[in-house]
């Protein structure tokens, strides 16, 4: 490709200046004609002398030659491995309905009835599949999607003349879905440019590029619908929801707005068919430009790592730890020497401010913590007993997960709240499926009506903690419970807070007083 390409893209895009606008006998939208042609009485809510652009063609010319197709040859996981058979770092599951929309064009003839693994999967068979990606250097840097090029052994890109180069994958991030290649070329290529994600707003026009279906490079156009969507992909969600029609193969796609920007990377679509249905979800440039810096850089992400299991803060357990609202994320478990525990967290902890920066919700914590270099002091501020108090942590590098237990044993008891609880024994342990190392008391039953069941509680259970005191038996449970109700007259505490560990995973339960 020669330099006269880059000259008349011109894709390091201005701001551009005005937009066509309608002309007077089209529409411009204006409080007076509107409300001639209507009965509208809140003339206050339509903005006076606002115009529609009256095409995309002059942005589309710009950015387009930056926006290539990819084509990957790669091979096909053998059932229950993650991509390139790495379990750790495998993508996760997006739940129905929403989908990936990689375009795996002959992955249905290797899938045998109601998914089980046939004689083609064990034998991992090539794979040929299609997404979209875009260039953000000359130098031939490509931002894509992770699960376009997980299991790749070949990827080629295609430009939007029809020129086709070979890569090589520079780093991937799967909690992300961000990849990152590079053009085996000497050519200087066109390219675009990270906006900013957070001046995005509802409502604001947006125009994505792709190749759908693999018929080349395809724009179109819509708005951003929402911001900040979760939708289960990821400990880092925090998706820019569009209405622009994106479907297989624009999987990576720049999400542009109206100055040549891109402020989103195509990732997923919700659809009970399989195609568009107007809701798309495209990973936020902010977050995309801090993950691409890193894979050039080091060729792999490194996070901040706190140490702990958190959970929701609900209105139940804001009353049961003395909360005047719900906000913030509650420690349901601390892991043993990491930076939580050297810093003086506690369980029943709730983490309501990081560096000044307030958490509204449990799922703000991990992307905050994930931008902070391991060594760094952090200030927290924390909610212990109904009263704020300042913590100072530093960070630590994101290790593997670790696990650790203890044992205990008695029998059967029946308490408040619908339960029936047992002593771990290895009876109990082997009737629930139980680790040897567990701790605690077991719900053994569970009264379908009762308080437990209407909270989440279930047989096989572990119950951990209660008020923040550990339990090793039922009699244990039933001495804090009656404890509980007497103190409760006096400091009319309304909820009793049990740590309870399912296949696990430690979680907090608010059971309140009052149904004991």
């Given at each position: 490709?020669?330099?006269?390409?880059?000259?008349?893209?011109?894709?390091?895009?201005?701001?551009?200046?005005?937009?066509?606008?309608?002309?007077?006998?089209?529409?411009?939208?204006?409080?007076?004609?509107?409300?001639?042609?209507?009965?509208?009485?809140?003339?206050?809510?339509?903005?006076?002398?606002?115009?529609?652009?009256?095409?995309?063609?002059?942005?589309?010319?710009?950015?387009?030659?930056?926006?290539?197709?990819?084509?990957?040859?790669?091979?096909?996981?053998?059932?229950?491995?993650?991509?390139?058979?790495?379990?750790?770092?495998?993508?996760?599951?997006?739940?129905?309905?929403?989908?990936?929309?990689?375009?795996?064009e002959d992955g249905k003839r290797f899938r045998a009835p109601d998914g089980a693994p046939?004689?083609?999967?064990?034998?991992?068979?090539?794979?040929?599949?299609?997404?979209?990606?875009?260039?953000?250097?000359?130098?031939?840097?490509?931002?894509?999607?992770?699960?376009?090029?997980?299991?790749?052994?070949?990827?080629?890109?295609?430009?939007?003349?029809?020129?086709?180069?070979?890569?090589?994958?520079?780093?991937?991030?799967?909690?992300?879905?961000?990849?990152?290649?590079?053009?085996?070329?000497?050519?200087?290529?066109?390219?675009?440019?990270?906006?900013?994600?957070?001046?995005?707003?509802?409502?604001?026009?947006?125009?994505?590029?792709?190749?759908?279906?693999?018929?080349?490079?395809?724009?179109?156009?819509?708005?951003?619908?929402?911001?900040?969507?979760?939708?289960?992909?990821?400990?880092?969600?925090?998706?820019?929801?569009?209405?622009?029609?994106?479907?297989?193969?624009?999987?990576?796609?720049?999400?542009?707005?109206?100055?040549?920007?891109?402020?989103?990377?195509?990732?997923?679509?919700?659809?009970?068919?399989?195609?568009?249905?107007?809701?798309?979800?495209?990973?936020?440039?902010?977050?995309?430009?801090?993950?691409?810096?890193?894979?050039?850089?080091?060729?792999?992400?490194?996070?901040?790592?706190?140490?702990?299991?958190?959970?929701?803060?609900?209105?139940?357990?804001?009353?049961?730890?003395?909360?005047?609202?719900?906000?913030?994320?509650?420690?349901?478990?601390?892991?043993?020497?990491?930076?939580?525990?050297?810093?003086?967290?506690?369980?029943?902890?709730?983490?309501?401010?990081?560096?000044?920066?307030?958490?509204?919700?449990?799922?703000?914590?991990?992307?905050?913590?994930?931008?902070?270099?391991?060594?760094?002091?952090?200030?927290?501020?924390?909610?212990?007993g109904g009263k704020e108090r300042a913590l100072t942590i530093t960070i630590g590098a994101?290790?593997?997960?670790?696990?650790?237990?203890?044992?205990?044993?008695?029998?059967?008891?029946?308490?408040?709240?619908?339960?029936?609880?047992?002593?771990?024994?290895?009876?109990?342990?082997?009737?629930?499926?139980?680790?040897?190392?567990?701790?605690?008391?077991?719900?053994?039953?569970?009264?379908?009506?009762?308080?437990?069941?209407?909270?989440?509680?279930?047989?096989?259970?572990?119950?951990?903690?209660?008020?923040?005191?550990?339990?090793?038996?039922?009699?244990?449970?039933?001495?804090?419970?009656?404890?509980?109700?007497?103190?409760?007259?006096?400091?009319?505490?309304?909820?009793?807070?049990?740590?309870?560990?399912?296949?696990?995973?430690?979680?907090?339960?608010?059971?309140?007083?009052?149904?004991?």
């Amino acid at each position: 490709m020669s330099n006269n390409r880059i000259a008349k893209s011109a894709v390091a895009v201005a701001a551009l200046g005005a937009v066509a606008a309608l002309g007077a006998a089209g529409g411009v939208l204006s409080s007076k004609n509107l409300a001639a042609s209507s009965s509208m009485t809140t003339p206050a809510l339509i903005l006076e002398n606002r115009t529609l652009p009256g095409s995309f063609s002059d942005i589309i010319e710009r950015v387009g030659p930056a926006v290539v197709s990819i084509r990957v040859t790669g091979t096909a996981p053998r059932a229950g491995q993650g991509g390139q058979g790495d379990t750790e770092n495998a993508r996760p599951e997006i739940p129905e309905p929403f989908k990936r929309f990689f375009n795996e064009e002959d992955g249905k003839r290797f899938r045998a009835p109601d998914g089980a693994p046939n004689a083609q999967q064990r034998r991992a068979p090539k794979v040929r599949g299609m997404g979209s990606g875009f260039f953000i250097d000359a130098d031939g840097h490509i931002v894509t999607n992770n699960h376009v090029v997980a299991n790749a052994d070949k990827i080629e890109v295609m430009l939007k003349d029809g020129e086709t180069f070979e890569a090589e994958l520079v780093g991937r991030d799967p909690k992300t879905d961000l990849a990152l290649l590079k053009v085996k070329s000497g050519e200087k290529f066109p390219y675009v440019r990270f906006g900013s994600s957070a001046a995005a707003k509802v409502g604001d026009w947006v125009i994505a590029l792709g190749s759908p279906f693999g018929l080349g490079q395809t724009a179109t156009k819509g708005i951003v619908s929402a911001r900040g969507r979760d939708i289960g992909a990821g400990p880092y969600d925090d998706f820019l929801q569009i209405d622009a029609p994106i479907n297989r193969g624009n999987s990576g796609g720049p999400t542009f707005n109206l100055r040549g920007e891109v402020i989103g990377v195509n990732t997923a679509i919700i659809s009970p068919t399989g195609v568009s249905a107007g809701i798309g979800f495209a990973v936020p440039s902010d977050m995309a430009k801090n993950v691409i810096a890193q894979l050039m850089k080091d060729g792999s992400v490194s996070r901040g790592w706190l140490g702990v299991n958190i959970q929701n803060v609900t209105k139940d357990l804001a009353a049961g730890l003395g909360m005047s609202k719900a906000e913030g994320a509650l420690v349901a478990g601390v892991n043993a020497g990491s930076p939580a525990a050297k810093g003086g967290l506690k369980p029943g902890d709730v983490i309501v401010a990081v560096d000044g920066e307030r958490i509204e919700k449990m799922r703000e914590l991990p992307r905050r913590i994930a931008r902070i270099s391991a060594g760094n002091d952090t200030q927290m501020t924390v909610i212990r007993g109904g009263k704020e108090r300042a913590l100072t942590i530093t960070i630590g590098a994101m290790p593997k997960a670790d696990k650790v237990a203890a044992v205990a044993s008695e029998k059967v008891e029946k308490p408040r709240f619908g339960m029936v609880l047992s002593a771990l024994t290895d009876k109990t342990r082997a009737q629930f499926g139980l680790e040897k190392g567990e701790v605690g008391v077991v719900v053994s039953g569970v009264d379908p009506n009762g308080i437990a069941a209407k909270k989440g509680v279930r047989p096989g259970d572990v119950i951990r903690r209660i008020s923040g005191q550990e339990v090793a038996t039922p009699a244990d449970v039933i001495r804090i419970v009656d404890k509980a109700l007497e103190d409760a007259k006096s400091d009319k505490r309304k909820a009793l807070l049990v740590l309870v560990n399912r296949k696990g995973n430690d979680r907090y339960v608010a059971l309140p007083l009052r149904d004991a």
